[in-house]
């Protein structure tokens, strides 16, 4: 039989006091009595005295757990605030939002509108903004003030093509010229201008008031998506964007990623060791994205077999999507209106930006709509001074108008492929992901190309991404434990390092020689670090960042993709690091890079290292000073070797190849080392046995890891293991012992000249912050004097129909009547003539007045309405109460269990209420209806919980007392009440007065002994609903007086 905790026979009363102790086996049911305390301390007894012992030895183990649990339950309160994230989906055309929080795994928020889908649209007006469905409706009525698919122009230089296609596609928008950093804004008027990053932070900050509307709760940590083909200069606008917002971005995830990872969190089950090429086939509003992930189970060293994705293979089209598609429909009915209306005085319908508004919109229908029909007619009603239009589309014109569109479906496809190295026929599945791709010619190009079956469509193409980002969301954030899934993304630019320097090919002839040295290849994993070491550099120098091998771009995409070149760096100080140490060996200036989980790539630091062999001095040296300094490099203090080397480079190392045409000539030493994390797959090896530092024929170093590593970490694990245990050598070991490694770390100065696109200078990037937060500030009141206003409309109609129903009139005078509706009239003349100009105070002033005004009249209203159930439910109180110390009052002396001052209280406390009753009835009915009445609803809901309370009282005494014991026969027994009815058969207790002729039962040094007996056998267990049935099985022989505590 289980043992079970919790409550006693009562179920539903907690345990306090000595009640809530552990048992030990020895207790027994005499010394303990099985029931819950109830309050009362009369039920206790000497039961206190008889375990306090037990609590004087468990109380220092109690007070150590409620300190653990107090302690536990305040970083929980601390973390209530923000237990919370969320993901943002932001494709071009509409966005995602998700949150995850305690109780609600994984939901997508509804926005104000109830719709799972949020338009990506900003309208900015001189005194307020609009932002979703709002802003996409006023698209129509204000285009030029409404900003939409503006994503396409952050990190983007003018010059850019991609900003003369925005241009050309959306020619009401006035973009401007910013010199500092060779962009574009838009000029929304001659005092108001915003850059694409102001706006994106805009739609971020809205996104988190939804969210948060919808958690209840404060959100500030998110996962945002971004294109897989997004470059440096545009993942570093986001993190801007998302700055300016005032979000702390724990991942830029990609959304084919986030996809994927969406569909292999719910079919974790269906993953194995054997791999899965899946392919997601990704077409949006904006662009289309081809994506081959790999799913297996592979062995990790904190989680043992998890399910892993990898990225292999990715392609895509910047510029094919369903927006695309949406402009040759919106031209083609353009161009249909003005061969409708040729030759009668209209202007050309391209010339006005509020009908070519409003044929995007109907093209953007029309396009839906001709997925599942053959045809549909067009029709806009009003579309140009007040000329309607109407046209018949079929799906074959449609079809013709973007045939040069579907020839480019394949064209992601076959990028994929390349870059992953495989053949269709290792892809088990073609998954479609994206609006755009229910277009049925899309699926028809796309299923020839792929030469499958059928086309997967089992997952949500419109929110597996924001799903997956936010399943990310928790596994980053610290406030949620979830599954691991372990995420292995792939670098789509690759990442290089370019230096020059002399070198000297023949005896006096010194040259200029081009070294490269790839960082991140393509298709490598992220996110990892790098370590790269220039060996031949005493002085100080340049280095260039750029990106790799871009030959997979066609010529239009290198246009779009900008510049090549990402960042100068220039290193100050190298030449004083050598001064400082002039007799160590230097073994390199080491420049630390870091890929994040964003896919940006910073430069950690850079430092210059020297090691110098050093003699121990044992007879010097003692072992607390050895002891010392271990410590002090465990905590990264002093410069024992490795000690800020090492400290940052606890993750997996592996060994980078330099790319091919890249190596030195000879003379030239630059070596290469991966401080990749690699957290999917167990594969680090054993480091190398300790070897000479040589160099390679070429004159190139071979990696760190192969040389100089286990040796500098020696000192360190030596360091660790003297003092532990190990016999002082005698002197002429000490003399012996080798020399050891020192190393010394020098940090050098670096200065970084950003090549491609200057970030936003701090100081307006503070002013874009401030002006964000202002303009958030400036909605919240405009919310706020719009909510008051609505307040005081609401009441002052409310107020007055109210003052012509019957039971307003019944309790108020003509008189005040009058007053009260000259004062509503009052208020509304003002609120229509001057309330446009009232600020949020005077509104609500204006309103607490009225309020003021009929406070008196909607009082007795109210109070009127609850006598009914008030006085009702008083009457049945004192009537039950009545009949209850009735019976009680009826109980044999023998039996009785309440004392006679605890009748007499409840029955003092009947006959006031009683009195209380009677009296405020009477004194109410001689006051007029129109007077504050005396009978107050609060005043009969404390009589009734008063004499709710004494009552209360005395049934939980009896509920919990225990019967009196039965006075002894002649005999010396006792005489007991019957266990139960088929236990005793005919047995009659007999009354007190017959006691000789009762039979003798079981003396009481029997008795004891079997329940002793039985108190050893099984360890009695108190509480949980099961506690009186489990007793209540127990055989018949037992001690009578067990029955007893069932009551």
């Given at each position: ?12 009363m907690?345990r ?10 020895s207790v ?82 509804l926005?104000?509108e ?35 698919y ?24 006035e ?6 950093r ?10 108001l201008?915003?850059s694409p990053?102001?706006?994106l932070g ?10 948060e ?12 998506t ?7 200069a ?6 801007q ?20 990872l969406?569909?292999g ?9 054997t ?31 998890q399910?892993q ?27 249909l ?95 479609l ?7 049925p010619?899309?699926?028809?190009v796309?299923l ?27 596994a980053?954030?610290?406030?949620f ?5 372990v995420?292995r993304d ?7 390092v ?72 220039k ?16 073994k ?28 121990d ?38 060994e ?12 030239e ?30 004159g ?12 500098e970490a ?8 003297g ?16 020399a050891r490694?020192q ?42 004097r ?11 109609f ?20 009058e ?71 009826l ?23 009683w ?7 009477a ?15 609060k005043?009969?809901e ?30 010396g027994?006792r005489?007991?009440?019957p ?9 009659v ?16 040094e ?11 056998a ?10 009186e ?6 055989p ?12």
């Amino acid at each position: 039989m289980g043992k079970r905790g919790g409550a006693g026979p009562s179920g539903g009363m907690p345990r306090t006091g000595p009640s809530s102790i552990p048992l030990s086996p020895s207790v027994t049911i005499s010394q303990f009595p099985s029931r819950p305390k109830c309050g009362f301390p009369c039920q206790w007894g000497s039961s206190r005295g008889t375990m306090a012992t037990t609590v004087r030895r468990q109380r220092p183990r109690r007070l150590a757990c409620w300190a653990l649990i107090a302690v536990l339950l305040a970083d929980l309160l601390a973390l209530s605030d923000t237990l919370a994230v969320m993901s943002v989906d932001l494709g071009s055309e509409s966005m995602k939002v998700a949150i995850v929080k305690p109780g609600v795994p994984m939901e997508i928020v509804l926005n104000k509108e109830s719709r799972r889908k949020t338009p990506v649209f900003v309208t900015l007006k001189e005194n307020e903004r609009f932002f979703g469905d709002s802003a996409a409706s006023m698209a129509i009525k204000n285009p030029k003030a409404t900003l939409r698919y503006f994503q396409h122009l952050l990190g983007k230089q003018s010059d850019n093509p991609h900003v003369a296609l925005y241009q050309a596609r959306f020619p009401e928008h006035e973009l401007g010229f910013d010199p500092q950093r060779q962009t574009v804004h838009f000029q929304i008027s001659p005092q108001l201008k915003v850059s694409p990053e102001e706006v994106l932070g805009m739609i971020l900050n809205y996104s988190r008031s939804l969210a948060e509307d919808f958690a209840e709760q404060a959100i500030k940590d998110a996962v945002i998506t971004v294109p897989a083909f997004f470059n440096q200069a545009e993942r570093r606008a986001v993190l801007q964007a998302a700055r300016m917002a005032g979000l702390k971005v724990l991942q830029l995830i990609n959304d084919n990623t986030a996809t994927a990872l969406s569909y292999g969190v719910f079919r974790r089950k269906d993953i194995n060791s054997t791999a899965q090429n899946i392919m997601f086939y990704d077409m949006g509003s904006g662009s289309t994205v081809c994506t081959i992930v790999t799913y297996q189970t592979v062995k990790t060293k904190e989680a043992g077999m998890q399910p892993q994705l990898q990225i292999r293979g990715v392609g895509f089209d910047r510029t094919l999507g369903g927006l695309e598609m949406e402009l040759r429909l919106r031209e083609h009915l353009a161009g249909l209106f003005n061969k409708q209306h040729k030759g009668q005085r209209v202007k050309d319908v391209q010339e006005n930006p509020r009908a070519m508004a409003k044929l995007l919109r109907e093209a953007n229908r029309l396009k839906t709509v001709l997925s599942a029909n053959a045809d549909h007619m067009a029709q806009i009603e009003g579309l140009m001074d007040d000329v309607d239009f109407k046209a018949k589309v079929t799906r074959v014109e449609f079809e013709e108008l973007c045939a040069d569109l579907f020839e480019r479906v394949p064209g992601p496809v076959q990028q994929a492929l390349q870059s992953a190295e495989m053949n269709l026929d290792e892809i088990e599945q073609v998954i479609l992901v994206g609006g755009a791709t229910r277009v049925p010619k899309v699926q028809e190009v796309l299923l020839k190309a792929v030469g499958k079956e059928e086309l997967g469509k089992n997952i949500n193409a419109d929110e597996a991404a924001a799903m997956g980002a936010v399943y990310q969301a928790a596994a980053l954030s610290k406030a949620f434990k979830v599954k691991p899934f372990v995420v292995r993304d792939a670098v789509i630019y690759p990442i290089l390092v370019e230096f020059t320097r002399e070198v000297e090919e023949e005896p006096g002839i010194r040259s200029l020689k081009h070294n490269k040295r790839v960082l991140f290849s393509r298709m490598g994993p992220y996110p990892q670090r790098k370590v790269i070491t220039f060996n031949r550099y005493s002085h100080d120098f340049n280095f260039h960042i750029n990106y790799g091998d871009l030959g997979f771009l066609g010529p239009e995409d290198l246009r779009v993709f900008g510049s090549q070149n990402l960042t100068t760096v220039k290193l100050k100080g190298v030449g004083e690091s050598f001064k400082k140490y002039p007799d160590y060996e230097s073994k390199g200036i080491k420049a630390h890079f870091n890929l994040d989980e964003s896919g940006v790539l910073s430069l950690d630091r850079v430092e210059s290292v020297f090691e110098t062999l050093v003699e121990d001095s044992p007879e010097e040296e003692s072992t607390l000073t050895k002891l010392g300094n271990t410590i002090s490099s465990l905590f990264g203090g002093g410069t024992t070797p490795d000690a800020k080397e090492n400290g940052t480079e606890t993750v997996q190392e592996e060994e980078e190849s330099p790319a091919e045409g890249s190596k030195d000539e000879p003379g030239e030493q630059v070596e290469l080392k991966e401080e990749a994390e690699a957290p999917a797959e167990d594969t680090s090896q054993p480091p190398p046995p300790e070897s000479k530092r040589d160099t390679t024929p070429n004159g190139e170093k071979v990696a760190e890891k192969e040389n100089g590593e286990k040796s500098e970490a020696q000192p360190s694990e030596k360091g660790e293991a003297g003092p532990e245990g190990v016999p002082p050598a005698s002197e002429e070991g000490k003399k012996q012992k080798p020399a050891r490694k020192q190393r010394m770390v020098e940090e050098i100065g670096v200065e970084l000249v950003v090549l491609d696109l200057p970030d936003m200078p701090e100081d307006e990037l503070a002013r874009s912050m401030q002006k964000l937060q202002d303009l958030t500030l400036r909605d919240l009141e405009k919310q706020e004097r719009e909510k008051a206003a609505n307040s005081l409309e609401a009441f002052i109609f409310e107020t007055q129909d109210k003052l012509y129903q019957p039971e307003y009139q019944e309790v108020s005078t003509k008189e005040q009547r009058e007053e009260i509706s000259g004062k509503l009239s009052a208020a509304s003349t003002w609120l229509e003539d001057e309330g446009f100009g009232a600020t949020t105070v005077m509104l609500k002033e204006k309103l607490v007045e009225l309020r003021k005004l009929c406070h008196g009249l909607f009082f007795r209203v109210e109070e009127r309405k609850k006598w009914p159930e008030r006085l009702s439910a008083l009457d049945s109180l004192l009537n039950h109460s009545s009949m209850f110390l009735k019976g009680a009052r009826l109980i044999p002396e023998m039996d009785q269990i309440f004392t006679e001052v605890e009748m007499t209280t409840l029955e003092k406390v009947i006959n006031e209420t009683w009195a209380w009753k009677n009296a405020t009835m009477a004194e109410q009915a001689k006051l007029p209806a129109t007077e504050k009445p005396v009978l107050l609803s609060k005043d009969i809901e404390a009589r009734m919980m008063a004499l709710d309370r004494e009552v209360q009282y005395l049934l939980n005494k009896a509920k919990f007392a225990k019967p009196r014991p039965r006075p002894k026969d002649k005999n010396g027994t006792r005489a007991e009440p019957p266990l139960n009815a088929s236990d005793q058969g005919e047995k009659v207790i007999p009354p007190p007065g017959q006691a000789e002729d009762a039979k003798p039962i079981l003396e009481p040094e029997k008795v004891e002994t079997a329940g002793s007996k039985q108190a050893d056998a099984e360890p009695l267990e108190l509480g949980g609903p099961g506690a009186e049935s489990e007793q209540k099985e127990q055989p018949t022989g037992q001690q009578p007086s067990l029955k007893n505590d069932e009551l």
